[in-house]
């Protein structure tokens, strides 16, 4: 387990009940290991938003289990009260837009969280921002959401997501909303980070040009999860 | 750590002092409300208060004479004045009339007859403004402010013209109207004198018509030391009259002449009051309800919820404050123009901040249950 950031076993999810019960997930059973950039694909309405809420302990799976790092989070039941100080302390979310705070700064918007800890302001901010910085965004402390691209708030909502130092980013389909030079750019950026500050994460995506820069794939399949490995340079 | 209820007021600033000002002008008509029923109240008693008697004489079986019509003889005072533990004692007229200005337009006033050599003096030096009070036994006449009568203008009532000696300030009766001073032998004239064609149809009839010497009440002080409603027993056995106290007089104007009006003002600001409260609990309602969507990410993220619900509350006891302060304003600023007494009282005023902030802090409870219910989940698409 040493080296295993998300283990998920058996993790099934169905809706409703009776006639219109729909089985989403069957049985999904995968790894991802710390550092590893790890696409999930699958048709849409196939379950990888289910798939992903209930790894960010948001949506409660119907049966399986979950492990974020060595922790079993999931086991038939969540295994703590409080789900959203696991991800305060271990998640980080990007979504398919950037949805940022509209009325705080980029700075406020990526040290909000992290401020909510024991940590020092003074630690917090500095920290926020060498994040900005590293993602090309040291000149835009002060701007608000609005003054900024889209390219340049989904780089804000990475470093929102890199702030409280997860162990795993979830990431919703991040280059939706971006043309495909954008797109990549934002890919690489996640890619370097996985390297650098040893950062899972699992991202959606349609785009199977953006799939190169990963390291696994995670195929949704008629509910269950299949895994496949990229190797480098591989142009899938 | 990140205030999010200033960052959030900061980046919708002229909207939600819009908002303020809204519910400001709302709690500024419910201020007024309070302040016309505090009026009514208040000008019931000014003029019980600027006589000041002991006690009130009135023709027998009367309410009178602000509820119910009174009438006595003048020469009554003198009967009264020789009764034991009366000080002084004078007698009065009271008398709704209209009165015309230079335009011809109506002024509806509440004429005060009393006699300007006798034992009371009607008018307080407090009240006067300008001029002086009456002097001589005829055409003279001091008037309230609001009538818009100047000093030395000449007002024509009946046959005779009367010049403004004075002018008093917030000198009104009951109603509201404001007072007019004349001697008490013009105010016979016009209460109870007959006109010439009258008084020849009398004649032909085999009546005999002549200037009568009635008055509505008679007031009279007590000496040190004697109380009201023994003196009052005394009088009412011996004079077969009517007599009431001071208090007796309030109790009278405030339960039987002014109760309905007062309750029916009273019942309209509760009303207002309660819908002023709605009101607030659903601009705090629509506004965490505008806010939702950064609220499930907040929440999907890991911010904890005291931190949201902190938003909620601060944002709704600020907007309460500022629609406090904007509600006083505006009320201060058009008081002034309505016909009638509005009286704004500081504790009225911390009555209704006190309602204010439990109305906000309720409001805000349901913004915060929105917060609470609302699911992180709605965060993400697809």
Request: proline share 3%; net charge neutral.
């Amino acid at each position: 387990m040493d080296n295993i950031s998300i283990k998920v076993e058996n993790l099934e999810k169905t809706f409703g009940e009776g006639e219109s019960r729909v089985e989403v997930i069957k049985g999904a059973s995968f790894e991802v290991n710390k550092g590893e950039l790890v696409a999930l694909i699958a048709p849409s309405g196939a379950g990888k938003s289910t798939l992903l809420m209930m790894i960010g302990c948001v949506l409660e799976p119907t049966s399986g289990k979950i492990w974020l790092g060595e922790e079993l989070v999931y086991d038939k039941k969540w295994l703590t009260k409080d789900a959203r100080k696991i991800r305060r302390e271990k998640l980080g979310f990007i979504f398919q837009a950037h949805y940022l705070i509209p009325f705080l700064n980029v700075l406020d918007n990526v040290s909000l969280l992290p401020l909510t800890s024991s940590e020092k302001e003074e630690v917090v901010r500095d920290r926020s921002k060498d994040i900005l910085r590293f993602l090309g965004l040291g000149e835009k402390f002060n701007a608000k959401p609005s003054e900024l691209s889209g390219g340049q708030n989904q780089r804000v909502a990475i470093a929102r997501a890199l702030a409280n130092q997860p162990q795993i980013i979830l990431a919703d389909e991040p280059t939706a909303a971006l043309d495909i030079e954008r797109a990549h750019s934002v890919v690489k950026m996640l890619k370097e980070v996985t390297k650098t500050q040893g950062v899972s994460i699992i991202m959606v995506t349609h785009d199977e040009r953006l799939l190169g820069y990963c390291d696994k794939i995670l195929k949704i399949v008629a509910g269950k999860v299949e895994t496949s490995h990229v190797t480098e340079g591989e142009v899938v | 750590m990140i205030n999010l209820a200033y960052k959030d007021i900061q980046h919708t600033f002229s909207k939600f002092v819009i908002t303020a000002m809204g519910v400001g002008m709302l709690l500024g008509i419910v201020l007024i409300m309070i302040g016309v029923y505090r009026g009514m109240v208040e000008d019931a008693k000014v003029l019980l208060n600027d006589v000041n008697a002991d006690v009130w004489v009135v023709q027998q079986y009367t309410l009178g004479p602000f509820a119910e019509s009174s009438r006595l003889y003048q020469d009554l005072q003198d009967s009264i004045k020789v009764i034991e533990g009366v000080d002084k004692a004078a007698a009065l007229t009271f008398q709704g009339m209209q009165l015309f200005d230079k335009q011809g337009h109506a002024v509806r006033v509440y004429t005060v007859g009393y006699d300007p050599r006798g034992d009371f003096q009607i008018i307080p030096d407090s009240a006067l403004i300008e001029g002086r009070v009456l002097r001589e036994s005829h055409y003279e006449m001091v008037v309230t402010d609001k009538t818009g009568f100047a000093l030395g203008e000449k007002i024509k009532v009946g046959r005779n013209i009367f010049t403004v000696v004075g002018i008093t300030q917030g000198t009104v009766s009951s109603g509201g109207d404001p007072i007019v001073y004349v001697s008490l032998k013009d105010a016979q004239i016009m209460q109870f004198s007959y006109s010439n064609p009258r008084i020849r149809n009398d004649r032909a009839r085999g009546l005999e018509s002549k200037d009568s010497q009635l008055v509505n009440v008679v007031v009279a002080t007590l000496k040190p030391g004697y109380a009201a409603d023994q003196v009052a027993q005394k009088m009412e056995r011996w004079k077969h009259l009517t007599v009431y106290s001071q208090a007796e007089q309030i109790q009278i104007l405030s339960k039987n002449v002014i109760e309905r009006s007062s309750k029916q003002i009273g019942l309209f600001t509760l009303i207002l009051v309660l819908v002023s409260s709605i009101i607030i609990g659903l601009i705090i309602y629509t506004m965490t309800l505008e806010k939702i969507k950064e609220i499930s990410i907040m929440k999907l993220i890991g911010i904890p919820n005291f931190l949201i619900t902190k938003m909620i509350i601060q944002e709704t006891i600020l907007l309460g404050l500022i629609a406090f302060v904007f509600g006083n304003l505006f009320a201060q600023l058009i008081y002034s123009n309505f016909p009638k007494r509005v009286l704004l009282e500081w504790p009225d005023s911390f009555t209704l901040l006190a309602v204010i902030i439990v109305t906000s802090f309720l409001s805000s409870l349901i913004g915060v249950y929105k917060v609470l219910k609302a699911d992180p989940a709605q965060a993400i698409g697809g």
